[in-house]
């Protein structure tokens, strides 16, 4: 776990916890996660946080989250903001690898020894963190003082593609864009030197740390005011910009792969430096299609239900009261729609009509009676009272329209919400909950049916893999003869994988026959026939699901011999059916995967579950098969 290093008297004052001791402090810390790990030798807290908030990376972070804790602070805060002064042109020669960049200028700041250490710290722990070891996102933090800017338009920077300036002649602009390695020079950070990009990576220790995220490039990533080159992202500052304990106005800008990650890093360190008395001035970003204003510090929106956060929490509490905790944990909240769930609307589903204001007077508990909760209708008129408190929604569920301060990048879901409701309402004061009922160990109803399914396709000659569900479009659906809007088995949308390692797994496979035909794809060095099988994992976009995905376990079978047929298949099918004392029977359909008329829907107990046949020639040749291939898919569970 990631460790924080925080001076306590720095963060009592910060806080407003003049009167708490070192034990006390301590032990409040522990209420919000943090776990003490030792003192440094000028008498720092060092502290272990959670990886996911990252909010608290700095002590400004931990102060703000002990306002909260400690009643000083409520509800979601947002600083102002001043209008843009500074610009950042993107020029057309960024490196495609990283092409994104965000900035903030911060004026008045009081930088003592610190206060500047601790705006380097969280700067390396973001590193860290958030920017994957600054190659996801880097930040930069300049003396605004030493920067000098251009009319957008210059010859030393960009412009709108024809030429013209795109900025008033008030704007001052900087340019973020792409050098030569051995290009233009300037003097790093920690050297005295004027040194071209290559060379930076080539003689100082910070550029061989990072070579790696930029040496391949034909052009590095770089950022010119009208002086020339300042900073070499994600590598290295210049010593011009060179931010000390004299500096007041800095320029923060952030480069990376994603706009979503430094945006976020950028409200992070925002938060921070506002908390030191820093007034936040807007920056104009501009791309060649769009013009950004950053940094972002709009907020985002969660649903969760009532019943939820009782039943997770094991706790009755009423309305008012997750408000209010919910308020200390600096979040805002609001029934939504007048305090009932539309049906088929996730909890965590934005509502773009809601208001932005709702008053909330005493929500009842559940103990008040089964059909408590906002809106409904008024009991004299009949008329709908527009989200009185008093009383009950159509439906008796009460659900809460949760606001999400900028710098919370790990409220994610609605189970983070009532997380934070926990937290404010003390874990400690949680009590346990046992059943009445004594159980007895054993493997659920569904691993049993799957061990059974094993065993039975087995015994029917096929040898039983276990494939990685992580596959890439290509082959889920291209090599398949499928697209995903196609009304067949395996097509709909793939839940796609947001950071991949690796090309080859993008997505999570929406059917398991793609993978078996991998298989035989690298198994024709093998003899045959080849029989294989697999149940496992399979799923696929499904709003109204929690999560947004719906998954479930697939049974796929292929059969690749000379004399493989639709017969063949169906007879193997048609015996594990028996197996499971399973109705079968198996209506003609068509499948982009398989010849017409050779194709058939697996029909178990009456529900339509999969497909068995032959599969496409076209299918065959794209795998490098040169020998027929029968196979069938169903789901699991309409063998119960």
């Given at each position: 776990?990631?460790?924080?290093?925080?001076?306590?008297?720095?963060?009592?004052?910060?806080?407003?916890?003049?009167?708490?001791?070192?034990?006390?402090?301590?032990?409040?810390?522990?209420?919000?996660?943090?776990?003490?790990?030792?003192?440094?030798?000028?008498?720092?807290?060092?502290?272990?946080?959670?990886?996911?908030?990252?909010?608290?990376?700095?002590?400004?972070?931990?102060?703000?989250?002990?306002?909260?804790?400690?009643?000083?602070?409520?509800g979601v805060y947002v600083p102002e903001t001043n209008d843009a002064e500074w610009a950042i042109e993107v020029d057309e020669s960024v490196p495609d690898e990283r092409p994104y960049v965000t900035g903030a200028v911060v004026r008045g700041l009081d930088l003592d020894e610190s206060r500047l250490e601790s705006l380097i710290q969280l700067q390396e722990k973001l590193h860290a963190t958030m920017g994957r070891g600054r190659a996801k996102g880097a930040i930069g933090v300049h003396?605004?003082a030493m920067l000098k800017g251009r009319r957008a338009g210059d010859e030393s920077g960009g412009t709108d593609g024809t030429g013209a300036a795109n900025a008033t002649d008030a704007t001052k602009t900087i340019t973020y864009r792409g050098v030569a390695p051995d290009g233009d020079r300037f003097v790093p950070l920690d050297d005295d030197a004027e040194r071209t990009p290559a060379e930076v990576l080539e003689t100082h220790p910070t550029g061989d740390e990072y070579a790696d995220?930029?040496?391949?490039?034909?052009?590095?990533?770089?950022?010119?005011?009208?002086?020339?080159?300042?900073?070499?992202?994600?590598?290295?500052?210049?010593?011009?910009?060179?931010?000390?304990?004299?500096?007041?106005?800095?320029?923060?800008?952030?480069?990376?792969?994603?706009?979503?990650?430094?945006?976020?890093?950028?409200?992070?360190?925002?938060?921070?430096?506002?908390?030191?008395?820093?007034?936040?001035?807007?920056?104009?970003?501009?791309?060649?299609?769009?013009?950004?204003?950053?940094?972002?510090?709009?907020?985002?929106?969660?649903?969760?239900?009532?019943?939820?956060?009782?039943?997770?929490?094991?706790?009755?509490?009423?309305?008012?009261?997750?408000?209010?905790?919910?308020?200390?944990?600096?979040?805002?909240?609001?029934?939504?729609?007048?305090?009932?769930?539309?049906?088929?609307?996730?909890?965590?589903?934005?509502?773009?009509?809601?208001?932005?204001?709702?008053?909330?007077?005493?929500?009842?508990?559940?103990?008040?009676?089964?059909?408590?909760?906002?809106?409904?209708?008024?009991?004299?008129?009949?008329?709908?009272?527009?989200?009185?408190?008093?009383?009950?929604?159509?439906?008796?569920?009460?659900?809460?329209?949760?606001?999400?301060?900028?710098?919370?990048?790990?409220?994610?879901?609605?189970?983070?919400?009532?997380?934070?409701?926990?937290?404010?309402?003390?874990?400690?004061?949680?009590?346990?909950?046992?059943?009445?009922?004594?159980?007895?160990?054993?493997?659920?109803?569904?691993?049993?049916?799957?061990?059974?399914?094993?065993?039975?396709?087995?015994?029917?000659?096929?040898?039983?893999?276990?494939?990685?569900?992580?596959?890439?479009?290509?082959?889920?659906?291209?090599?398949?003869?499928?697209?995903?809007?196609?009304?067949?088995?395996?097509?709909?949308?793939?839940?796609?994988?947001?950071?991949?390692?690796?090309?080859?797994?993008?997505?999570?496979?929406?059917?398991?026959?793609?993978?078996?035909?991998?298989?035989?794809?690298?198994?024709?060095?093998?003899?045959?026939?080849?029989?294989?099988?697999?149940?496992?994992?399979?799923?696929?976009?499904?709003?109204?699901?929690?999560?947004?995905?719906?998954?479930?376990?697939?049974?796929?079978?292929?059969?690749?011999?000379?004399?493989?047929?639709?017969?063949?298949?169906?007879?193997?099918?048609?015996?594990?059916?028996?197996?499971?004392?399973?109705?079968?029977?198996?209506?003609?359909?068509?499948?982009?995967?398989?010849?017409?008329?050779?194709?058939?829907?697996?029909?178990?107990?009456?529900?339509?579950?999969?497909?068995?046949?032959?599969?496409?020639?076209?299918?065959?040749?794209?795998?490098?098969?040169?020998?027929?291939?029968?196979?069938?898919?169903?789901?699991?569970?309409?063998?119960?």
């Open positions: 776990m990631p460790v924080v290093e925080v001076d306590p008297d720095e963060l009592r004052e910060l806080a407003g916890a003049g009167d708490k001791s070192d034990a006390e402090l301590k032990e409040d810390l522990f209420s919000l996660g943090l776990e003490f790990e030792g003192e440094t030798d000028d008498g720092g807290f060092e502290l272990e946080f959670a990886p996911d908030r990252l909010d608290r990376l700095s002590v400004e972070g931990i102060a703000r989250s002990l306002r909260y804790q400690y009643g000083h602070d409520r003396d605004l995220l930029v040496g391949g490039l034909d052009r590095y990533p770089a950022i010119y005011d009208d002086i020339g080159l300042f900073s070499f992202p994600p590598v290295i500052n210049g010593t011009r910009t060179e931010v000390d304990e004299g500096s007041r106005d800095l320029l923060v800008e952030m480069t990376g792969t994603d706009q979503w990650t430094i945006d976020r890093m950028l409200a992070i360190v925002c938060y921070a430096l506002d908390a030191r008395g820093g007034r936040i001035e807007e920056v104009d970003v501009r791309y060649g299609d769009r013009q950004l204003r950053r940094p972002d510090l709009s907020t985002s929106r969660k649903r969760v239900a009532h019943d939820r956060i009782e039943r997770t929490l094991g706790i009755d509490v009423p309305g008012t009261e997750v408000v209010d905790l919910l308020e200390r944990a600096g979040l805002d909240a609001a029934p939504a729609d007048g305090g009932k769930r539309d049906r088929g609307v996730p909890e965590d589903a934005p509502d773009p009509d809601a208001p932005d204001d709702v008053a909330l007077e005493a929500v009842p508990s559940r103990t008040d009676g089964p059909d408590t909760a906002l809106g409904g209708t008024d009991p004299a008129s009949g008329d709908a009272t527009g989200g009185d408190a008093t009383q009950p929604s159509t439906d008796g569920e009460l659900i809460y329209e949760v606001e999400i301060p900028p710098y919370r990048v790990d409220v994610l879901h609605p189970a983070d919400v009532v997380d934070d409701v926990g937290r404010a309402y003390g874990f400690n004061d949680l009590e346990p909950t046992y059943p009445n009922v004594s159980t007895v160990g054993g493997r659920h109803a569904s691993s049993r049916l799957e061990d059974a399914a094993r065993d039975a396709l087995v015994g029917l000659g096929f040898e039983d893999l276990l494939n990685f569900h992580m596959t890439n479009e290509a082959e889920l659906f291209d090599r398949m003869g499928l697209a995903p809007r196609d009304d067949a088995l395996g097509a709909s949308a793939p839940p796609t994988i947001t950071e991949p390692y690796s090309e080859a797994y993008t997505v999570v496979r929406t059917w398991a026959l793609p993978s078996l035909l991998m298989v035989l794809e690298n198994n024709t060095h093998r003899a045959y026939p080849q029989d294989l099988a697999e149940i496992g994992l399979v799923a696929g976009v499904d709003p109204e699901e929690p999560t947004g995905v719906e998954e479930h376990r697939s049974v796929a079978g292929a059969l690749a011999r000379t004399d493989a047929s639709y017969e063949d298949a169906k007879a193997r099918l048609q015996a594990l059916a028996d197996a499971f004392g399973a109705s079968l029977s198996t209506p003609p359909t068509t499948h982009p995967s398989f010849i017409d008329g050779r194709a058939a829907e697996v029909v178990l107990d009456g529900e339509s579950v999969g497909v068995v046949g032959e599969l496409h020639p076209k299918v065959l040749v794209e795998h490098d098969l040169e020998l027929p291939v029968a196979a069938f898919e169903f789901r699991l569970d309409g063998l119960r």
